[in-house]
Structures are given as structure tokens and as C-alpha cells.
């Protein structure tokens, strides 16, 4: 008898990690009733429902200009951009509970400051250029970070980036459009175009996260091909498409270390205030309070509407059943 044995197949709770590692090693899609690790769960959980919320309190800064909007057609525009951020908030809350979570449960998490959003909408928008530069910049950081996730490993994330990216370049060329027309109006129009450029750039490129050296989850997600891209590579990116698009527009961008780097094939840039991005993240950014304080207000304002709902949709059901 032979004293070499043949590996024993992997069983239960193996089978099921050999073929989840099969199928991302293969790029194939992971979907809700699919097995999946508890760690690859709770990730996607956090960034998706992270990833909504941002597109909910999103909806501020520049929602704050419709009243304000200068002629019909740019409150008409802006109206629909706003809209189409919260069918994006939307589609993300319908992405993350088909892993197992609630919204209303999210929602909370989000009033009560437990789960976090993008640092960016906790900065002001102060004249309605800013409309223009949120549609440029951050529309357009917002599209250099999400075109990969159409290929991220879990299906109902891919799947909702498609569309969603397909409308931030909408947004974004609506925001580049904007400025080109304020850009052949006045010297103050100018001025207010490269202010609001001032005060915009570096939140934008904090908007890819923290160096991948000071990055706790890259690593993880992009072996789960979550993240295709690591948060430097993306920034990188998202200067390299800019700086032509800004001499474009004939604005500065507010970075003396900013220059080609022929050697790289890529621009050199400064480096983003890690120590303000912290503050911002942890809740004590310029407009943090103020945005969570509207969001808390809506929801409750909102108690009507899903009692009516619920009340509806009971009723009915006894009905159905008579
Ligand atoms: N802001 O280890 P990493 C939009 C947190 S949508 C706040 O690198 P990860 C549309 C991070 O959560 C914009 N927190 O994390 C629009 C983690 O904390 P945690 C939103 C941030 O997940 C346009 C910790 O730092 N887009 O703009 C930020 O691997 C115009 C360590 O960081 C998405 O959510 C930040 N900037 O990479 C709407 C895209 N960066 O959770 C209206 C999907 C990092 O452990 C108007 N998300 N943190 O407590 C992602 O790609 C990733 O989650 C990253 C962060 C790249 C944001």
C-alpha cells in the first residue's frame, strides 16, 4: 500500500473560500446569495453605504444655489443634477442591502455620526461658481474613482457605477460648461471662478483618501478586487486629467509644486493637508455639524411620508388577502 495520500478535497466552509477565491481570481462577479467571506461583506457594507450616504448629503452644498440659480436654465439644470445625486444615493442603499442591511438602520448610522461620508461636502459652497467647480472637480474626482468600480468584484455595486458614472459625466461637463461661460463674462466673474477653483482644489484631492501607505483597507480590497485602484494611482490620475482641462479654462490651480515631470510621464504635485482631511473625517470639518443637522431634520420632517407608506402598503395587503 502506498504511504502517499492524495490531499484530502477541501470541505464545507473551505469549499465554499476556494470557490469565492476562484471566482475573483477569474474576475467573475459576486452575487448577494453567493457565499461570501464575513470580512468581504462588512467592507463592502462600509464603502457602499459610505458610498450613499455621500451622495445624500451631497445633494447640499450645491442644492443650496437653486434658489439662488441665476437664470431658469441653470435652476433647471442644477435641479436635475441635484435630483440625479439622490437616485444615486438610492441605488447605493438598494446595492447594500442586498448584503443583508437595512436602510432605515443606515440612515441612523449616518444622523448619529457613526458611519462616515465624503470629507468633501463639509465645505462650504460661498457663490455660485462653486456649482461650476463641484460639477468640474469634484463630478470629475468623483467619475476618476467610480469608472473602476464598474468593475469591482461584487455585481450590485458594478452594476449601479454604470449608470451612476454615466451621469456624473453629464454633471461634470455641466460644471466645465458653467465655468466656460463665466470665464468669457467679467473680471469679477473671472476672480470668482479661480476663487472658488482656490478653495476647491485640495478638498478634491483629498477626496481619493489618505496616501496608500496610511490606507488601512487597500490592500484587502483591491485582493477582493473591490477597489481596482489604489487611492494614489487615482489621485495621480485625476491631476494628470486636469491640469489641461484647467489651462483650458485659464485658471490656476493653487499648487507651486504642480509641474510635468517628463521622466514619470506624469504631473508632480504638493501634498494635500493630511492633518485637515483627518479633522474633517473625524466630524470637526467647517461644515460638518450643519450638514448631518439638515439630514437628521429631513429625516424626521420625511416620518409622515413612510408612515403613510407603511400604512398604505399594510393595507393593501390585507386587502389582497380578503
Ligand atoms: N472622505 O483605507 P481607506 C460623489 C475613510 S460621491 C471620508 O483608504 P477605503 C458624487 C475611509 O472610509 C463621493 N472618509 O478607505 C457627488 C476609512 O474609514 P473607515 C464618495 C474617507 O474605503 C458629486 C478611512 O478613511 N465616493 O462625490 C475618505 O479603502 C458631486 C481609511 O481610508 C465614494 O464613496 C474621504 N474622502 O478608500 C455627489 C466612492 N477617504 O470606513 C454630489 C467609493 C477615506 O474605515 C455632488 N469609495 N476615508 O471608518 C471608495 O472608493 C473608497 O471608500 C475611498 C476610501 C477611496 C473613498
Given at each position: 500500500m502506498s504511504t502517499v495520500t492524495a490531499q484530502a478535497?477541501?470541505?464545507?466552509?473551505?469549499?465554499?473560500?476556494?470557490?469565492?477565491?476562484?471566482k475573483i481570481t477569474a474576475d467573475?462577479?459576486?452575487?448577494?446569495?453567493?457565499?461570501?467571506?464575513?470580512?468581504?461583506?462588512?467592507?463592502?457594507?462600509?464603502?457602499v453605504s459610505q458610498h450613499a450616504h455621500s451622495e445624500i448629503i451631497g445633494m447640499q452644498p450645491e442644492g443650496d444655489w437653486i434658489a439662488s440659480a441665476p437664470s431658469l436654465r441653470r435652476k433647471a439644470i442644477l435641479l436635475a443634477k441635484v435630483q440625479d445625486?439622490?437616485?444615486?444615493?438610492?441605488?447605493?442603499?438598494?446595492?447594500?442591502?442586498?448584503?443583508?442591511?437595512?436602510?432605515?438602520?443606515?440612515?441612523d448610522r449616518l444622523i448619529e455620526?457613526?458611519?462616515?461620508?465624503?470629507?468633501?461636502?463639509?465645505?462650504?459652497?460661498?457663490?455660485?461658481a462653486d456649482v461650476g467647480v463641484i460639477g468640474w472637480l469634484v463630478d470629475g474626482a468623483a467619475i476618476c474613482n467610480q469608472v473602476p468600480l464598474c468593475r469591482s468584484s461584487f455585481g450590485p455595486?458594478?452594476?449601479?457605477?454604470?449608470?451612476?458614472?454615466?451621469?456624473?459625466?453629464?454633471?461634470?461637463?455641466?460644471?466645465?460648461?458653467?465655468?466656460?461661460?463665466?470665464?468669457?463674462?467679467?473680471?469679477?466673474?473671472?476672480?470668482?471662478?479661480?476663487d472658488?477653483?482656490?478653495?476647491?482644489?485640495?478638498?478634491?484631492?483629498?477626496?481619493?483618501?489618505?496616501?496608500?501607505?496610511?490606507?488601512?483597507?487597500?490592500?484587502?480590497?483591491?485582493a477582493w478586487r473591490i477597489k481596482r485602484d489604489t487611492n494614489d494611482d487615482l489621485r495621480q490620475k485625476f491631476v494628470d486629467m486636469t491640469v489641461p482641462q484647467a489651462e483650458r479654462l485659464g485658471v490656476t490651480l493653487p499648487d507651486p509644486e504642480l509641474v510635468w515631470n517628463d521622466q514619470r510621464g506624469h504631473y508632480?504635485?504638493?501634498?494635500?493637508?493630511?492633518?485637515?482631511?483627518?479633522?474633517?473625517?473625524?466630524?470637526?470639518?467647517?461644515?460638518?455639524?450643519?450638514?448631518?443637522?439638515?439630514?437628521?431634520?429631513?429625516?424626521?420632517?420625511?416620518?409622515?411620508?413612510r408612515e403613510?407608506?407603511?400604512?398604505?402598503?399594510?393595507?393593501?395587503?390585507?386587502e389582497a388577502t380578503v
Open positions: 478535497p477541501p470541505e464545507g466552509a473551505d469549499v465554499r473560500q476556494a470557490e469565492f477565491d476562484a467573475q462577479r459576486i452575487e448577494p446569495r453567493d457565499w461570501m467571506p464575513d470580512g468581504y461583506r462588512r467592507t463592502l457594507v462600509r464603502q445625486e439622490a437616485g444615486h444615493g438610492l441605488y447605493l442603499y438598494a446595492a447594500a442591502e442586498t448584503l443583508g442591511v437595512d436602510r432605515a438602520d443606515l440612515t455620526g457613526r458611519q462616515k461620508y465624503s470629507s468633501i461636502f463639509n465645505y462650504p459652497s460661498l457663490s455660485f455595486y458594478a452594476r449601479a457605477m454604470v449608470r451612476i458614472c454615466k451621469e456624473e459625466s453629464f454633471h461634470q461637463r455641466q460644471g466645465y460648461e458653467l465655468l466656460m461661460r463665466m470665464m468669457e463674462g467679467t473680471d469679477a466673474q473671472r476672480a470668482m471662478v479661480q472658488a477653483v482656490d478653495r476647491w482644489w485640495w478638498p478634491s484631492l483629498m477626496m481619493f483618501g489618505p496616501p496608500d501607505a496610511d490606507s488601512p483597507n487597500t490592500q484587502q480590497s483591491m508632480d504635485f504638493g501634498e494635500p493637508d493630511w492633518v485637515e482631511f483627518k479633522q474633517v473625517i473625524s466630524g470637526s470639518g467647517p461644515k460638518n455639524a450643519e450638514r448631518i443637522a439638515r439630514r437628521r431634520a429631513a429625516h424626521e420632517k420625511g416620518a409622515w411620508v403613510a407608506a407603511t400604512a398604505y402598503a399594510s393595507k393593501h395587503a390585507q
